[in-house]
């Protein structure tokens, strides 16, 4: 409806930087459509993908069926009010968290809302802290506190279930394995786990190290001892404790991750669960060892409701799979039947937030070794 006041020629794109919402430019989001307007599907004569006036809204269904277009009130003209216009009938969309969904999962004419509207599906999505991040190393700070972590009942076999809930794999953990130290304030229990998926071993990660996406990326979701649920944990800015790792392909396959490769053969449906007998958390992550480097920063949950109170750890070593088992995560489905890949959602700006990073301590022990050393060297001939 609203589209058809807009005509899109060829020279009508422009940069982002250029992009205003009551502008009629063209961003590089929808550059495509300036190309693909003569080709697009019946019913979907409109962009699919357009930045640059409210209509970007038009991709959100629930968008069209508000006030507007029941006839009850008029949008105004093109450049002219828009945005107040929305804002007096922002209340009258009507959405639920359960609406939202992957950049994957858009398609045109479809109805979920991908991650560019998650702020209309939750506000806190729109926020300073929010995750994943992109983490620049050599801009990350290095921080003596955060030292090597004690997990306990990582070893503990345990009985859980593991779920497609139609959007990520999902383990129940037992609240009697926890992890502490590395400059947490207190021990944090485990809650559940749950994956990231790329497509057969394409970029899946969340959080990218220096622009690069890892095929997948695990999420061990933890709250402080004190609380009772993960809704009690998101009302204090670190309730949340994640901790991050990274999948890379190896050469041959992970034998500690039969158990969860044979069972996604019985959910690749959604909401359908199996049980998972005699895991423990220490089989799905690397070896103590390989878990002291790495970096923190403070963010937000990474699907709405995009609560802001996760204290985030993301781990550098990663966790090896062999191709033919990251491919066996594509077997897993979307409620529309189809393969559950990209569900990741696009790195967030830092917005001055500082990222730390393990390790310093090693430095500091080789610099005090070499004092020591250079102080011997000195002190040591003099009683000659
Ligand atoms: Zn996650």
Not at 7 to 12: L, P, T
Not at 117 to 127: F, N, Q, S
Not at 299 to 313: D, N
Request: glycine share 10%.
């Amino acid at each position: 409806i609203y589209l058809k006041i807009v005509k899109i020629q060829g020279e009508d794109w422009c940069y982002q930087s250029q992009v205003t919402c009551g502008g009629n430019c063209t961003g590089p989001d929808g550059w495509a459509t300036i190309v693909r307007r003569r080709t697009l599907p019946d019913g979907c004569l409109t962009p699919c993908k357009f930045t640059g006036f409210p209509a970007c809204h038009s991709e959100d269904p629930r968008w069209r069926s508000s006030g507007a277009i029941q006839g009850s009130t008029a949008p105004p003209a093109l450049g002219q009010g828009w945005r107040s216009w929305i804002r007096i009938h922002h209340r009258w969309r009507t959405i639920s968290y359960g609406d939202w969904c992957y950049q994957s999962q858009v398609t045109c004419g479809g109805n979920c809302i991908g991650p560019d509207g998650w702020t209309t599906v939750a506000e806190a999505c729109g926020g300073k802290a929010q995750s994943p991040i992109n983490i620049v190393t050599r801009r990350t700070l290095p921080d003596g506190r955060l030292t090597p972590f004690t997990f306990t009942g990582y070893q503990e076999a345990f009985h859980s279930f593991i779920t497609n809930n139609g959007r990520t794999v999902q383990v129940d953990l037992p609240a009697t394995a926890k992890v502490q130290g590395g400059d947490l304030a207190v021990p944090y229990k485990a809650v559940q786990l749950h994956l990231h998926l790329g497509k057969d071993g394409g970029p899946g990660s969340e959080h990218s190290i220096d622009g690069e996406r890892y095929p997948m990326e695990l999420h061990i979701v933890n709250i402080k001892e004190e609380y009772n649920s993960l809704d009690e944990a998101l009302k204090d800015l670190a309730g949340v404790g994640v901790l991050g790792f990274f999948y890379e392909q190896s050469g041959s396959s992970n034998k500690k991750y039969d158990s969860i490769i044979n069972a996604l053969n019985t959910i690749n449906i959604p909401n359908s669960n199996t049980t998972l007998s005699d895991v423990s958390l220490d089989m799905f992550i690397p070896s103590q060892s390989n878990m002291t480097s790495y970096f923190r920063y403070q963010g937000s949950l990474t699907t709405p409701p995009c609560e802001e109170a996760v204290v985030w750890t993301v781990f550098r070593n990663t966790i090896p799979l062999s191709r033919q088992q990251l491919a066996a995560f594509s077997r897993l489905q979307f409620a529309d039947g189809k393969p559950m890949v990209g569900t990741y959602r696009p790195v967030q700006p830092l917005n001055g937030r500082l990222v730390y990073r393990s390790g310093s301590q090693v430095i500091l022990v080789s610099t005090l070794l070499l004092i020591t050393s250079v102080i011997s060297a000195i002190v040591l001939p003099l009683p000659k």
